[in-house]
């Protein structure tokens, strides 16, 4: 027996399967009704991000939406919203079934009952792990698109990785709204929208002007299912719907 093969034994008997490569589940893909998007797949048992700059106007809401739509005329889906932004009554305009909705919205700071002061994304977490360890939910969407960019990379690797490993043995999806992929390697599919054209009405500059329509440009950055993402920028459009 080779010196290989011995190491590779004894490894084996003191941890077994601790050589063997990590194959991550594969889930079924959440369509959105976006083409560019659903060929990558939004997937169950599987930990998601989509992320755009803050300077940006990106479309990635616009996506959330379009997928909850979808998926809130079967089953239920959670949103836990750190900044209390989303618009129910757009979102209604647009399909989505509030009643087999729960909206977590977070306030900009929490006492617990232990004197203890939470900011929003320390709520959007703690939101998110109760929710995904219960269960009952199809997709759970954390919104931290508001969050800025410095306190999202201070959020530790293993918080990512522990939220990946539980949602891997779910049947649930796990999406992460924010202006940094902060997942990195946790995450199974990373996408960076962009809108690359928008339309005005009034078309001349004015005191106010509302969005009619905008054209956005997507980007996988990170698809698990690959061993290199590629870099493709397929675009979509999405019309607002105003309240």
């Known amino acids: 027996m080779s010196s290989l093969a011995v190491i590779h034994a004894q490894v084996e008997r003191r941890i077994p399967g601790g050589l063997r490569t990590y194959q991550r589940p594969t889930g079924e893909v959440l369509k959105t009704g976006i083409g560019a998007i659903d060929e990558c797949g939004i997937r169950t048992a599987a930990l998601s991000q989509i992320w755009a700059p803050p300077e940006y106007a990106s479309g990635k809401t616009s996506v959330m939406v379009s997928l909850l739509s979808r998926v809130t005329a079967q089953e239920f889906c959670a949103l836990v919203d750190a900044s209390d932004c989303f618009d129910p009554t757009s979102a209604e305009r647009s399909g989505v079934r509030l009643d087999h909705l729960l909206w977590v919205r977070c306030a900009r700071t929490l006492k ?53 490993r539980v949602v891997e043995k779910t049947e649930t999806a796990l999406l992460f709204l924010s202006a940094y992929p902060a997942a990195q390697s946790c995450a199974g599919l990373t996408l960076d929208t962009r809108i690359v054209e928008a339309c005005w009405v009034p078309r001349d500059p004015s005191h106010a002007r509302l969005l009619s329509a905008a054209r956005c440009e997507i980007a996988v950055a990170r698809q698990a299912q690959q061993k290199r993402a590629a870099i493709r920028k397929p675009v979509f459009h999405v019309a607002p719907k105003w309240a």
């Open 112 to 164: 617990t009952r232990h004197g203890l002061l939470l900011g929003p994304l320390e709520q959007a977490f703690k939101s998110a792990d109760i929710l995904l360890q219960n269960g009952g939910f199809r997709l759970i969407a954390v919104d931290l698109g508001d969050i800025p960019e410095p306190a999202l990379k201070q959020v530790p690797l293993t918080t990512w990785f522990r939220f990946a």
